[in-house]
């Protein structure tokens, strides 16, 4: 059975395996301060699928307000299910909490940006019915980051 709850500082090496997998190397000096600073920040939701006490994905949310819209939308920040739980219903699990959360929240979308080269998310996504949005612009505040 698959357990969806908020992670503890104490899943910090499973979620810095999930961001390893994503491309994002290196968060290991910071990612207990951030796992916390999002976990208490009030636009922010966090949460891990486990199975067993293992991890086996991750779903970064971010609540975002909207002056010129009624309703806000949710971002997904991130999301990764590890290599080895990949396409055993553990992402659609995963994505419905994010829905439940989103609209219980008075969310009327939810939103995620998703880098062209995730052929693979491209279609998980389209398989929730997600839909392509014309364009997605970026400014780098660091040199030579691209993520």
Known sequence: MINIKE?????ASAIIDL????????????IKRRISELLNHKDEVLLVAEKE???????????IPQLALEKDFCRISYFCISN????????????AKAVELATNRGCDRMEVHCNERRT????????????????????????NKTH
């Open 53 to 63: 006490n293992k991890i086996l994905g991750i779903i970064s949310l971010h609540f």
């Open 84 to 95: 080895t739980a990949r396409s055993q219903g553990i992402g659609a699990i995963l994505e």
């Open 7 to 11: 992670p503890s500082i104490n899943d």
């Open 120 to 143: 693979e998310a491209h279609r998980f996504y389209y398989r929730q019915g997600y839909i392509d949005s014309p364009k997605y612009l970026y400014k780098s505040l660091i040199e």
């Open 19 to 30: 961001m390893n997998s994503l491309g994002y190397e290196g968060t290991e000096s910071f």
